[in-house]
């Protein structure tokens, strides 16, 4: 069984760094096909793709917020990390991470960590 | 990218059937795609993935209520026999090697 769970501050100042945490068992992000990626969803709205990372260390990253992003994965943990630069209130989100199948495109999703920015 | 296009919102009554729609981009028509149902306040949940022949593939546990279907770019989630905690969003997903994107969900509301 696929689980993940994200960790991280639940409130930020604007302009700090955000770093998150996906802790995750079920599978190894050293085993090939296997990916893990990042979603947030601002109170009230639609999800937005932010990251993803796979098992050969191949990032990708949404357009729009690439110049801030960083994912990184720590395979002796299990975990993923992904930070974030320049905090603005607009950033104020739930932050999921989530694992697709390898085989099909099912994704197992964390239940989330909602993170506010606000001075 | 591909782009999803979901209507905002649709409702239907206690035991009927309801069919939602993802529409993508035209340079995108074949894509698979999947369909996540979110209830108030929890995390999404993956309920199909539908490819471009109609053919889907359904999550663990999901009731047989759930189905799903495609049409040249659309792809459509059936749910029959209505329930209330069928009441939630519902946002379809398509991704490749480079990209995930998400439609901008449906609210469903059981009337």
């Known amino acids: 069984q696929i689980t993940l769970q994200e960790s991280g501050p639940k409130l930020v100042k604007p302009t700090q760094t955000l770093t998150l945490t996906c802790s995750f068992s079920g599978f190894s992000l050293t085993t090939t096909g296997e990916r893990v990626g990042w979603i947030r969803q601002p109170p009230g709205k639609a999800l937005e793709w932010l990251a993803l990372?796979?098992?050969?260390?191949?990032?990708r990253y949404s357009p729009s917020l690439r110049s801030r992003l960083t994912i990184a994965k720590d395979t002796s943990k299990n975990q993923v990390v992904l930070t974030m630069t320049n905090m603005d209130p607009v950033d104020t989100a739930t932050y999921f991470c989530?694992?697709?199948?390898?085989?099909?495109?099912?994704?197992?999703w964390g239940q989330g960590v909602l993170v506010t920015v606000s001075s | 990218q591909p782009v999803l296009t979901q209507s905002p919102s649709a409702s239907a009554f206690l035991g009927s059937s309801v069919r939602l729609t993802c529409t993508l981009s035209g340079r995108h028509d074949t894509y698979i795609i999947a369909w996540h149902q979110q209830q108030p306040g929890k995390a999404p949940r993956y309920l199909m993935e539908i490819g471009s022949s109609g053919n889907y593939h359904t999550g663990s546990g999901l009731p047989d209520r759930f189905s799903g279907s495609s049409s040249g770019a659309a792809r459509y989630l059936t749910i029959s026999n209505l329930q209330s905690e069928d009441e939630a969003e519902y946002f379809c997903?398509?991704?490749?090697?480079?990209?995930?994107?998400f439609g901008g969900g449906t609210k469903l509301t059981v009337l």
């Open positions: 990372v796979y098992w050969d260390d191949d990032e």
């Open positions: 989530a694992h697709r199948n390898r085989n099909n495109g099912g994704l197992s």
């Open positions: 997903e398509t991704w490749d090697s480079k990209t995930w994107v």
